[in-house]
C-alpha cells in the first residue's frame, strides 16, 4: 500500500523537477523578450533576464583594481557583461564612492552602475539606518523628504556631474540608446537619485532604473513622484535582505515616514519536499507590499549579499582602496577620472 501510494508522490515530484529545470534553462537565456507578469490591480513588465545581466554590473562596480575594471578584464566582467565598453570610470576616493559610465550593445543601452557600500564593517551602516530621520526637503516637490546622506551622495560631490557628463557625450556620438542605471545597497540608492536626475534636470527620455538590496530613501510623496516620472523601474529584494527594510516603514505616519517607491521584485525560497529553491513575485504597485519581502523580518546581511547567485560586495569588507598601475586618469574636482582611449570605436 506505501509503494502504490509513494508513486504518484515520486511522479509528481519527478514533474516539478522537470518544470523546475524547464524554468531554470529558460531564465538561462539570453535573450532580452519582456516576460509580462499580469495580476489584478494592473499589468507590469518585469524582465528577469535584464535583472539577471544587470546584477552582473551592480557586482562588477564593487571592483577595486581600476586598471583591470576600466579595461573590463576584471574577475567579474565576463558572464553575461562580455563585450561591454566601459567609456568612463569616476572615483570619489574621499568618500569612497564609484561608478562607471558605458555602452552594452546586446542591450541597446547606456548601463551606469554605482558601488554600494565599502566600509570597515557593513553592520556600522545599518545600524546607522535604524535611527535616521528624513532631514532633507527634496527639491521643486511639495512635501516629498528624503534622506539627506544619499541625496549629497549623488548631488554634492560632483560624481552625478561626472556621470552626466560621460552620458552626454556618449549620446552625442549615439542615437537611440535607452539608458539603465543600477546599484546594489547605497549604490541602489544612488541610482535612484541618478535616474531621476537625468530624467527631470537633462530631459533624458528612456531612462529605466533597477537596483538590488537598495534602502528607503524617500516619503510617500517623493515615491509616487519618483514612480510617475521612471515608471519602468524596479527594486530586487531578496529574501531576508535587511537593508530594504531600512530605514523604517510606520504606516500609520506616510508622510513622516520613509516610504519604498514600486516596484518591487521579491525573490523568495519556495520548498518542494527536500527540494528548495528561489523564485520571485512581483509586488503591487504601492511600493510597501505586506505580502513581499515586508512579509518577512529583515535580519539577513548574507541574502543583502548575494542576489542570483551573485555576489554583491567587495573582495573583502575593509577601509576604502583602490589599486591603480597605469590607467589614463584625470583628478578633477577631487575625483579620479579615468577615460577610456578609442572612444570613437563607438560610432
Not at 522537470?18 to 516576460?35: I, K, P, S, T, V
Not at 516620472?229 to 523604517?248: A, E, F, N, Q
Request: glycine fraction near 8%; charge should be neutral.
Amino acid at each position: 500500500m506505501n509503494e502504490l501510494s509513494s508513486k504518484p508522490m515520486r511522479l509528481k515530484l519527478v514533474i516539478l523537477i522537470a518544470l523546475f529545470c524547464f524554468y531554470q534553462a529558460a531564465a538561462a537565456g539570453r535573450g532580452l523578450e519582456d516576460r509580462r507578469i499580469s495580476k489584478s490591480y494592473g499589468h507590469f513588465y518585469y524582465n528577469q533576464t535584464l535583472a539577471r545581466i544587470l546584477v552582473e554590473y551592480a557586482s562588477a562596480v564593487y571592483i577595486n583594481d581600476l586598471d583591470a575594471l576600466l579595461s573590463w578584464t576584471c574577475s567579474r566582467c565576463n558572464g553575461l557583461t562580455k563585450g561591454f565598453q566601459i567609456v568612463e570610470l569616476i572615483v570619489d576616493v574621499e568618500h569612497c564612492l564609484q561608478a562607471f559610465v558605458g555602452v552594452a550593445e546586446d542591450l541597446g543601452a547606456i548601463v551606469i552602475a554605482f558601488r554600494g557600500t565599502q566600509e570597515n564593517s557593513i553592520q556600522n551602516w545599518v545600524e546607522n539606518l535604524y535611527f535616521k530621520q528624513l532631514d532633507l526637503n527634496y527639491p521643486g516637490v511639495k512635501g516629498a523628504m528624503v534622506h539627506q546622506g544619499f541625496f549629497s551622495a549623488y548631488y554634492n560631490t560632483s560624481l552625478g556631474k561626472h556621470v552626466v557628463e560621460a552620458v552626454d557625450s556618449i549620446n552625442k556620438k549615439r542615437n537611440g540608446l535607452k539608458i539603465l542605471v543600477t546599484g546594489h545597497s547605497m549604490g541602489g540608492a544612488m541610482a535612484s537619485f541618478c535616474g531621476l536626475d537625468l530624467k527631470v534636470n537633462h530631459g533624458m527620455g528612456d531612462v529605466q532604473v533597477l537596483t538590488f538590496g537598495q534602502p528607503r530613501i524617500g516619503n510617500s510623496i517623493f515615491a509616487a513622484y519618483f514612480s510617475a516620472l521612471i515608471p519602468k523601474s524596479y527594486r530586487m529584494t531578496h529574501g531576508h535582505d535587511i537593508v530594504p527594510h531600512l530605514p523604517p516603514y510606520y504606516s500609520l505616519f506616510p508622510q513622516r515616514s520613509y516610504h519604498h517607491f514600486p516596484r518591487e521584485v521579491w525573490i523568495y525560497k519556495v520548498a518542494v519536499g527536500s527540494l528548495s529553491y528561489e523564485v520571485e513575485r512581483v509586488c503591487d504597485n504601492s511600493g510597501e507590499d505586506p505580502t513581499c519581502s515586508r512579509s518577512v523580518y529583515g535580519n539577513s546581511i548574507a541574502d543583502h549579499v548575494s542576489y542570483f547567485g551573485v555576489d554583491l560586495k567587495a573582495d573583502a569588507w575593509a577601509s576604502c582602496s583602490f589599486v591603480l598601475q597605469k590607467s589614463n586618469l584625470n583628478m578633477i574636482d577631487g575625483l579620479l577620472v579615468m577615460t577610456v582611449s578609442g572612444q570613437d570605436s563607438m560610432q
